[in-house]
């Protein structure tokens, strides 16, 4: 029966309503009218004959008041905009609309007969003629509804949330015809049982008895006012099911608290490891921008970028975006025009090495404010390439701070990273001596204000694991983990750089600030969560029949199972609660002028074994976990 049922449904598809779907907007109204002109003649002679008892057939008489009766009622439809109303989406309204419509038709054809004195036509005719017209006038389009909505495969969802947001979608949801909302779910005890715009709610426990009874292929999260905290245990608890997860964004996000379909998306990693947001010190944010010339440094980068977009809305004069890689610079140049126009924003292509162009360009345009985020930040590429990462991380950052102070540059914001605490491959060497050097011109000049600002991973940034795992999803695996007990920090890319620019602004003599990361998250996790979000199931013993399978590949050089942020446990509180102020140790200006002296020497002869020599005796934390696996490396 189901398979003849199906093959009706896909004939139907295939042919007629297949066709009349394409046919033009005017051309539909010409086939409603017809129809309803046949259907108006019909109920007619239906109405004669259910009143008289017999079948009615007139005579030459009555002829003209039966089959002109379509002359009143097609321009009376026309006014209610019968014909305007798409048959897909009808709904209460529409029929209303044809209750009246109808009904005035009825009134006026029964009253024009009277007046013209015409005899055989009884009075209770005009009311038959009334209730069958509404009757056969509505029933036809929801009819043509039903046939309409048997040709589309609709899919079979939930919605999570039955307040107002969830009742908005629903109704969207109806009207799209692509899915078919077949419950609610709602912890609230008052909710359950209840019937919402004729869905019916249910209580939490009974997902999973409701997607396998009607075959649900995926649950819609409608509960954009929550906080991140209980939406992440919400899907969570959602994840061991066969569905994919979709949600709407926050409250803030919904134009007008009007939701829409196409506002839904699929659930993403940054969900859950997003944290509610700490609302920011105003004060602290406009200190090192507002109504100043800022540069930032590293702009194409994921953290560089993501700096001017926040500068840029923060009542700045003058922004210098400055790039070595042309794409990059283009790209956020062409972003950040498009943002405001208003504002100047000046691309500078150029090497962080080169100090007389910096210099050049922070007298030339009376620069105020550097953030320095011009970094090798990949951990394996900069082991590969130590004498480069070496050469770019800390004499580029030496060059840009020299640059600052001869220009007095009045602040100057370091970008760190935690792979400096106790750092185990080149990458946080070279971070840490970067952060050495600012320490140590603090207290050799007092012209610029000088910063670091260290945080873990950022989620999304380039190089980082999450888009990395999202390819090899996409892919169909594996999904590759070096170690099953490796953990990191994260934190998204705008909350870290608001972060950012807050610590930079309470800074000034070699000050270390460390982001509260929150808890660390084991790699393992994150790639089973992102499995799980993608609607597929993991490949494992347990499992064989699983989707995508986990490979562990064993940590990579200079690669840290755990990080850390802070080197001593000496910190203090500041104005914002997510930023700690760190009291490290430092060598003096005198000190690490020499090493350098030597690691750039050493850099510029390519000497792998030389610079990790000098780096160990610069940063004496720094505990290599690998050989040197430098590519020029002999």
Known sequence: MANFIKGIKARRSGTLISQISTLSRANKKLIMMFFD???????????????LGYWFFPDKDLVWVIFSSPLFAIPIFFQFGLYNQVIRFIGFKALFSIIKAVSIYALIWGSVCFLVALEGIPRSVILINCILGILMIGGSRMIAQWL???????????????????RQLANALTQSMEYTPIAFIDDSSELNKQLISGIKVFSVEKISLIINKYNVSEIFLALPSISRQSR???ITSLEGLPVLVRILPSISEIAQGKVKVDDLRV??????????????????????????????????????SELCRQIIKLGIKKLILFEHSELALYSVNKELNELDKKIEVLPILGSVLNQDRLEYICKKFSVQTIYHAAAYKHVPMVELNNTEGVNNNIFGTLSSVQAAISSNVETFVLISTDKAVRPTNTMGASKRCAELILQALSKEQNSTKLCMVRFGNVIGSSGSVIPLFNEQIQKGGPVTVTDIDITRYFMTIPESVELVIQAGAMGGDGDVFVLNMGEPIKINEIAH????????????IKNPDGDIEIKYTGLRSGEKLYEELLIGENVSDTQNSMIMRAQEDMISWDELKLNLKNLKHASDEFNATKVRELLIKTVPAFKPQSDIVDILHD
């Open 232 to 234: 992440n245990e919400i």
């Open 148 to 166: 309409f909505s048997q040709s589309i495969e609709s899919n079979n969802v939930i919605i999570y949330g039955a307040g107002s947001a969830g």
């Open 37 to 51: 002109s046949i259907l108006l003649i019909s109920i007619l002679l239906i109405s004669f004959s259910i009143r």
């Open 267 to 304: 659930i993403n990693i940054y969900d859950l490891l997003g944290r509610d947001s700490v609302i920011p010190n105003q004060e602290l944010l406009d200190r090192n921008i507002r109504g100043k010339v800022v540069m930032v440094t590293g702009a194409g980068g994921s953290i560089g």
């Open 529 to 540: 969560k992102m499995i799980n979000l993608s609607g597929l199931k993991v490949k494992n």
